[in-house]
């Protein structure tokens, strides 16, 4: 199998091994992917199986598809065969009721006054972490077997167009999907048969929809599906092992790796940046992982240039983090990735006037290396995801591909071109963009672009 960088391996960890013969497609930003998901969807012949983190109801996708159950409904009502896997977390549920649908009794109410005949299954995760996979597979064990892979919520703050405008509400999120047909989209199928077999509360009354009756076992694929393109792919997961927060023991899937668990999406991040030769770029909701900030020390002082981008406001585990004195060695080793010149941290805000800015929140979970490789998902740069929440990513080896990533995602933050300079130049490019407009903002001037640096010395504070 040709691969475009075989300085950057592939990992053995996991459960999926890498495949070649799949096409893939980056969708960036939720009004774009939710656009292409309601389109799969309603193009869809047999099956449409569908993983849930977060959710709030108010939810509507693009291109007038409606709201998720909408869109499961007409699905299920042309007689495909709809399943989801929502999330549970008890506590959450009673505490913030609208972040995720977590099959209470009013939730349970609201399909029954719906007639929903979709299926339905309520997944716990251990203690306090979350069941965070966030697929879409459609006609699975099809010939054209589709999988979305992502960390995009379904909330109304994502659906937002590339470029980032304004927004009255002020929820404005950047996130990434990818499209994956062909060989690797059959390991997603894997994992969702797994999971829907092995969901937390299949037994309990309330852990199913619409009934016991309607359930069954998924039959695990025997074969994978054809060639769609020429790109390798490898699918990779978070899975904790342990017991389930009531004490249920977690049970042992045919496939899980030995251990405590399997870890390859860390697994392929280390070896990914430890195998980086020229740039490594970043988005990410956090970047909360020790060994992934001393690894990014090991590039940056082989000389590769580095630009990591986050939320300008920081999510609230990063900022309680900082405030404890137990994580003072790992913010001073974060700091210290600023003592490198081509390194920048950065985050990206809309204009709403002169000297006005509106933050945008960054959700994606990606990196970029070489312009060769690429890693899209649902878990982020945190031991959290690494070890805790069950996620899952799609690292890919393709150049075109990554390279037209870039090129996109630049575009939309520096508002410039991209596509002809290299991968090295672009990130020079993104680092004097950042600084002159991190300057621009401390001066109440309108900003180039998006982007703008943050001080990693201060991050979170």
Not at 51 to 65: N, Y
Not at 118 to 142: E, M, T
Not at 229 to 237: A, L, M, T
Not at 307 to 313: C, G, S
Request: proline fraction near 5%.
């Amino acid at each position: 199998m040709q691969r475009d960088a075989d300085h950057l391996p592939f990992v053995s960890s996991g459960s999926y091994p890498i495949r070649g013969g799949n096409a893939v497609r980056p969708l960036v930003d939720g009004g774009p992917a939710f656009q292409r998901i309601g389109e799969a969807v309603a193009a869809a012949k047999r099956s449409v199986w569908v993983t849930v983190a977060f959710h709030e109801m108010a939810f509507r996708m693009p291109g007038g598809h409606g709201s998720l159950f909408d869109v499961l409904d007409r699905a299920a009502a042309r007689g495909l065969d709809v399943r989801v896997i929502f999330w549970r977390h008890p506590l959450l549920a009673q505490y913030e009721p609208d972040s995720h649908f977590a099959g209470t009794e009013a939730d349970l109410a609201f399909l029954r006054a719906r007639g929903s005949k979709f299926l339905a299954r309520w997944d716990r995760a251990q203690g306090r972490y979350c069941q965070h996979q966030k697929s879409w597979l459609v006609d699975a064990g099809q010939p054209g077997e589709t999988a979305f892979v992502g960390g995009i919520n379904l909330n109304n703050g994502s659906v937002v167009e590339p470029g980032h405008s304004p927004r009255a509400d002020g929820r404005n999120t950047h996130d990434v999907y990818v499209e994956v047909r062909g060989p690797s989209a059959t390991d997603v199928h894997h994992n969702f048969a797994q999971r829907w077999n092995e969901a937390s509360d299949r037994d309990l009354a309330d852990g199913l929809w619409p009934d016991a009756r309607s359930h069954s076992l998924l039959e695990f694929p025997t074969k994978v599906s054809p060639a769609a393109g020429d790109v390798p792919v490898q699918i990779q997961r978070t899975v904790r092992r342990g017991r389930y927060s009531d004490g249920t023991p977690v049970p042992d899937g045919p496939r899980f790796a030995i251990g405590d668990g399997e870890h390859s999406i860390l697994d392929q991040y280390l070896r990914a940046i430890e195998g980086a030769r020229r740039a490594i770029y970043i988005e990410d909701q956090a970047i909360g992982a020790p060994q992934v900030v001393d690894a990014l020390r090991g590039a940056l002082e082989r000389k590769v240039d580095v630009v990591v981008l986050v939320p300008a406001n920081p999510n609230d585990e990063m900022s309680a983090g900082r405030k404890d004195p137990k994580n003072k060695a790992f913010f001073d080793s974060l700091g210290a990735l600023g003592d490198f010149e081509h390194f920048a941290l950065a985050g990206i805000a809309a204009n709403t006037g002169r000297g006005e800015y509106q933050n945008v929140y960054v959700h994606a979970k990606i990196m970029l290396v070489d312009d060769a490789w690429c890693t899209i998902g649902s878990a982020n740069i945190g031991n959290r995801s690494f070890f805790g929440d069950t996620e899952l990513n799609a690292s890919f080896w393709h150049a075109p591909t990554v390279r037209a990533l870039r090129g996109d995602l630049l575009l939309e933050h520096l508002g410039k071109d991209t596509r002809d300079l290299d991968e090295r130049a672009a990130l020079r490019l993104y680092r004097e963009v950042a600084r002159k407009n991190a300057a621009r903002r401390a001066a109440g001037e309108s900003l180039e672009g998006l982007a703008f640096a943050l001080d990693p010395a201060t991050y979170a504070s």
